[in-house]
């Protein structure tokens, strides 16, 4: 593996495991850091700053554009994966349907496109929910349409879903 090739993580607004994304993204060396509209929002509730990240070397990446521009990085080779964690039940459907009208859509899309593997940790994944929310757990029950959802996303190729840390963890220890 290219060890001089960058790893895009990209976060939506999902709390549900947001302390053990930001955890690993601190570990790595070479990563960037690309955050949904909902992402940046969510990371101020559950009280990140996005200096924190920059001042440990991580370039940061807003969806600030209509065109996503930060996409032209993946035709340019400078990432060899993209990781998306958390990854709220919105941006899952969207991906599962091809859809691509945000920055974490457009990198998941053009990922695809370019062959540049890709790691999705999906947070609806089963019938009952546990999830820390900024203040207190809160059960959650995805609807089927959820479920389902995560199911076709599982069936794409180049794409490991995972729905545990232990198995983000896993799939990463591939790539690094």
């Known amino acids: 593996m290219n060890d001089k090739k960058r790893i895009a993580w990209c976060i939506t607004g999902s709390g549900h495991y ?5 955890e690993i993204i601190l570990t790595l060396k070479n990563v960037d850091l690309f955050l949904s509209k909902a992402g940046e929002e969510v990371l101020k509730w559950y009280d990140y700053s996005l200096e924190d990240f920059k001042s440990k070397g991580i370039k940061v990446f807003k969806d600030i554009t209509s065109s996503s521009a930060p996409v032209s990085l993946l035709y340019e080779g400078v990432y060899k994966l993209i990781i998306v964690s958390p990854t709220t039940s919105n941006t899952i459907a969207k991906m599962s349907y091809g859809l691509s ?5 457009n990198m998941f899309a053009q990922a695809g496109k370019c062959k540049i593997h890709s790691i999705v940790f999906a947070c609806d994944t089963e019938p009952t929910v546990i999830t820390q929310a900024p203040k207190k757990s809160v059960t ?37």
């Open 140 to 176: 959650l029950y995805p609807r089927d349409i959820e479920l389902e959802n995560y199911e076709k996303l599982k069936k794409f190729k180049n794409v490991d879903v995972v729905d545990d840390v232990v198995s983000l963890n896993k799939a990463l220890g591939e790539w690094i």
């Open 18 to 22: 947001l302390k053990e994304s930001i």
């Open 101 to 105: 009208d945000s920055l974490i859509t």
